[in-house]
């Protein structure tokens, strides 16, 4: 089994998604080990995007993180990582499949409705950045 990371967005909580993407989750075969509704300070969201500090947007996808709760995610399955991120679908939500997570609830390249890591190496790293090891079930 492997574990993936995922955070439902601002964009997708403020519109009332977030049960319907907990719903695909599950749906989908996904253990979820843990589960939280939190929002994000300026220094997390930083922290947890990092990696894209050199990058133009950085500023702005920190701004659009801390804008509203998101809701975070530890999930299990078989081939964890691939399947979250074919569940999501492309980044950019206006090029995502509909019945995709992306393509039904995102609306753009920035408020695309949903994380997720893109390796097992990555999530092992976001899912300890969020959960204690002992808030996993």
């Not at 990092?50 to 701004?63: I, M, N, P, S, T």
Request: hydrophobic letters at 40%; charged letters at 25%; proline letters at 3%.
């Amino acid at each position: 089994m492997e574990t993936t990371f995922a955070i439902i967005k601002p964009d997708a909580v403020r519109a009332g998604n977030a049960g319907h993407i907990i719903q695909r989750v599950i749906d989908a075969g996904f253990r979820v080990r843990g589960l939280r509704l939190t929002e994000l300070t300026r220094k997390q969201a930083e922290g947890f995007y990092a990696v894209h500090k050199e990058r133009g947007f950085f500023g702005e996808l920190c701004d659009f993180m801390t804008s509203g709760p998101v809701v975070v995610m530890a999930l299990e399955k078989e081939n964890a990582v691939k399947a979250w991120r074919d569940l999501m679908g492309p980044t950019n939500s206006k090029e995502a499949p509909k019945g995709t997570i992306r393509g039904d609830f995102g609306t753009d390249v920035g408020e695309n409705a949903s994380h997720g890591s893109d390796s097992a190496e990555n999530a092992a790293i976001e899912v300890a950045y969020f959960f204690a090891a002992s808030e996993l079930l």
